[in-house]
């Protein structure tokens, strides 16, 4: 069954920049920061959920590395579900870091697209209800990335 409450649509993490997580730079390595953003993506459109269901990743629709983060640094992932069609889930993932406290830049910031499936892979209505982004423009693109790429188990 769909949760109702708003507020379980939205999902924040933290993590610690260690000595793997750096590229040859020895700042945050895009790879792992798209990983990390994945996740949480991930575990926001399964939270719209009171039970666990099978939703597999469909696309990064966008992402973009916004300031450099370093060893030590804390980097709060924010995931917020930004649209609900009837077998996906688009969510928007914010990177900052946490300090200092008066100017947390943005690390990273992306959306993602998620599917729900049945057993055979093939997409299925979740029954959620509907959430339309904010502007006419957004929802164009989420209807776009919706129509651009198929389900996979993968």
Not at 37 to 56: D, G, K, L
């Amino acid at each position: 069954m769909p949760s109702d409450d708003s507020n379980d649509r939205v999902i924040t993490t933290t993590h610690l920049i260690k000595g793997e997580d750096l590229n040859h730079h020895q700042t945050l390595y895009a790879g792992r920061c798209v990983e990390w953003c994945v996740q949480m993506a991930y575990i926001a459109a399964e939270n719209c959920f009171n039970h666990p269901r099978p939703i597999v990743f469909m696309s990064i629709r966008s992402l973009s590395m916004r300031s450099p983060a370093y060893l030590g640094e804390i980097v709060q992932l924010t995931g917020r579900v930004d649209y609900i069609g009837e077998s996906t889930i688009g969510v928007r993932v914010d990177a900052r870091r946490l300090q200092p406290k008066d100017d947390q830049k943005a690390v990273a910031t992306g959306t993602f697209l998620f599917c729900t499936v049945d057993e055979n892979g093939k997409a299925i209505s979740h029954g959620l209800p509907a959430l339309r982004p904010r502007s006419a423009t957004a929802e164009a693109r989420w209807k776009k990335a919706e129509e651009s790429v198929e389900p996979s188990l993968s």
